[in-house]
């Protein structure tokens, strides 16, 4: 029998958006479906957006929450009601192609099978398109060997150690993410305490417990770049400070604690122009782990500056 999917899909105010994500889910060429949407106390008309496009369609349940809890409550409610045996996560504002739960399903079988793995974490490859017309491959971590296993996903999400070899892609991010239902209970679901980067705590805590993380190479989904409140840098800094503070414990252990509470704010600097800022902490990072400091600044710089000059231009 073929395996049910859980397709989960978080809603807040995106009425004008939250269509295109419906659509894709049921356009999914997977025949054991079920899609679950959690509409996390929307002030717009995204209910009743969803209840339209679930009209005749018996896959498709509506979870409303009586008051906006973020995004970790709202994924963990998906956790806690999916029947599937297997989670796939599409955002709100995104469009995944029809093959995205198969190819996933697919690989997620594969590697199982030839390693013995328990806990499996596969990501899906994609597209962001940015309003100026830029278009950014996003290659998933795993997507080529070697994967990317256990306590390297931690260090480089938390430091930028781990394995230099191991193929990281872009990141960890929960929108590109299925998995069996198990993995995620394994862990407890997402921390409701995170308002952002609840997706890389998330991996972080797989990967201490000796998760492996796979891709797929393939294009399954495209992302439309948006700005909002919740994406804000300060929200961003805030998020980054405290998950260096709950894995300080593991971070004290390679003594790394001070460096990844202090890189976040390197990183503010640069996107809110403050170089004073930036320059003083430059400093301190430079005056305590030189190496570590100038080696992680060298591999990233150049291709962060690159990014944003093309996301500027509008080149593709």
Same mark, same amino acid.
């Given at each position: 029998?073929?395996?049910?999917?859980?397709?989960?899909?978080?809603?807040?105010?995106?009425?004008?958006?939250?269509?295109?994500?419906?659509?894709?889910?049921?356009?999914?060429? #997977?025949?054991?479906?079920?899609?679950?949407?959690?509409?996390?106390?929307?002030?717009?008309?995204?209910?009743?957006?969803?209840?339209?496009?679930?009209?005749?369609?018996?896959?498709?349940?509506?979870?409303?929450?009586?008051?906006?809890?973020?995004?970790?409550?709202?994924?963990?409610?998906?956790?806690?009601?999916?029947?599937?045996?297997?989670?796939?996560?599409?955002?709100?504002?995104?469009?995944?192609?029809?093959?995205?739960?198969?190819?996933?399903?697919?690989?997620?079988?594969?590697?199982?099978?030839?390693?013995?793995?328990?806990?499996?974490?596969?990501?899906?490859?994609?597209?962001?398109?940015?309003?100026?017309?830029?278009?950014?491959?996003?290659?998933?971590?795993?997507?080529?060997?070697?994967?990317?296993?256990?306590?390297?996903?931690?260090?480089?999400?938390?430091?930028?150690?781990?394995?230099?070899?191991?193929?990281?892609?872009?990141?960890?991010?929960?929108?590109?993410?299925?998995?069996?239902?198990?993995?995620?209970?394994?862990?407890?679901?997402?921390?409701?305490?995170?308002?952002?980067?609840?997706?890389?705590?998330?991996?972080?805590?797989?990967?201490?417990?000796?998760?492996?993380?796979?891709?797929?190479?393939?294009?399954?989904?495209?992302?439309?770049?948006?700005?909002?409140?919740?994406?804000?840098?300060?929200?961003?800094?805030?998020?980054?400070?405290?998950?260096?503070?709950?894995?300080?414990?593991?971070?004290?252990?390679?003594?790394?604690?001070?460096?990844?509470?202090? #890189?976040?704010?390197?990183?503010?600097?640069?996107?809110?122009?403050?170089?004073?800022?930036?320059?003083?902490?430059?400093?301190?990072?430079?005056?305590?782990?030189?190496?570590?400091?100038?080696?992680?600044?060298?591999?990233?710089?150049?291709?962060?500056?690159?990014?944003?000059?093309?996301?500027?231009?509008?080149?593709?």
């Amino acid at each position: 029998m073929v395996d049910k999917v859980t397709i989960g899909i978080l809603c807040y105010n995106a009425a004008a958006m939250i269509g295109r994500a419906i659509f894709s889910a049921k356009a999914q060429n #997977w025949d054991n479906l079920e899609i679950l949407i959690v509409d996390d106390c929307s002030s717009d008309t995204s209910v009743e957006v969803i209840k339209k496009f679930a009209e005749g369609d018996k896959r498709i349940k509506l979870i409303q929450h009586n008051e906006n809890k973020g995004a970790a409550a709202a994924r963990n409610t998906v956790i806690e009601n999916a029947t599937g045996s297997f989670i796939c996560f599409f955002d709100d504002d995104d469009e995944s192609l029809p093959e995205r739960v198969a190819t996933q399903h697919a690989r997620i079988a594969s590697y199982e099978s030839k390693t013995g793995a328990q806990y499996v974490l596969c990501y899906a490859s994609g597209t962001r398109v940015y309003p100026s017309g830029y278009k950014k491959d996003l290659i998933a971590i795993g997507a080529h060997d070697p994967v990317p296993v256990g306590e390297d996903v931690a260090a480089r999400q938390l430091y930028y150690g781990g394995n230099k070899d191991a193929f990281y892609g872009f990141g960890t991010p929960t929108c590109a993410l299925m998995a069996r239902t198990e993995t995620f209970k394994h862990v407890h679901g997402f921390n409701e305490g995170l308002k952002r980067a609840e997706d890389i705590d998330l991996a972080i805590r797989l990967a201490l417990q000796g998760a492996h993380f796979i891709g797929c190479h393939e294009k399954l989904f495209i992302q439309y770049a948006t700005e909002s409140a919740d994406k804000s840098y300060d929200r961003n800094l805030e998020a980054e400070i405290k998950l260096a503070q709950l894995h300080k414990d593991y971070l004290r252990s390679v003594g790394l604690y001070s460096y990844a509470l202090n #890189w976040p704010k390197l990183r503010y600097a640069h996107f809110t122009k403050q170089y004073g800022l930036f320059l003083f902490t430059l400093l301190k990072l430079v005056l305590r782990h030189p190496v570590k400091t100038l080696s992680h600044l060298f591999a990233t710089g150049p291709q962060r500056l690159k990014h944003e000059t093309a996301m500027r231009g509008g080149r593709a």
